[in-house]
Nanobody, 115 residues
């Protein structure tokens, strides 16, 4: 089992920045990729950006150049730096970790972009 705990969400003005954090614990040695997803109520959960253990990244075209994923292996933590935020970025953001058999999720953290 893997546990994921997100933090860093909140209210920010348009054009502002936030950094989300996701700390992993448990059987983390089985994880081969971690990612951030976003979800609007009533809609599907969409990928924002993913990073594999090899350091490869995959991101949604809509967030290209404004959002950056990174990880600190010593802390078993993955981050999502979000810049130039827009009101349409308002969503619940979820941390995800994949092992060969299971897709793990955090509890989600709310990001609200509003003046």
């Amino acid at each position: 089992q893997v546990q994921l705990v997100e933090s860093g969400g909140g209210l920010v003005q348009p054009g502002g920045s936030l950094r989300l954090s996701c700390a992993a614990s448990g059987n983390i040695f089985s994880i081969y990729a971690m990612a951030w997803y976003r979800q609007t109520p009533g809609k599907q959960r969409d990928l924002v950006e993913q990073m594999t253990n090899a350091g490869s990244t995959h991101y949604a075209d809509s967030v290209k150049s404004r959002i950056t994923i990174s990880r600190d292996n010593a802390k078993s933590t993955v981050y999502l730096q979000m810049d130039s935020l827009k009101p349409e970025n308002t969503d619940v953001h979820y941390c995800n970790a994949d092992d060969p058999q299971v897709k793990y999720w955090g509890q989600g953290t709310q990001v609200t972009v509003s003046a």
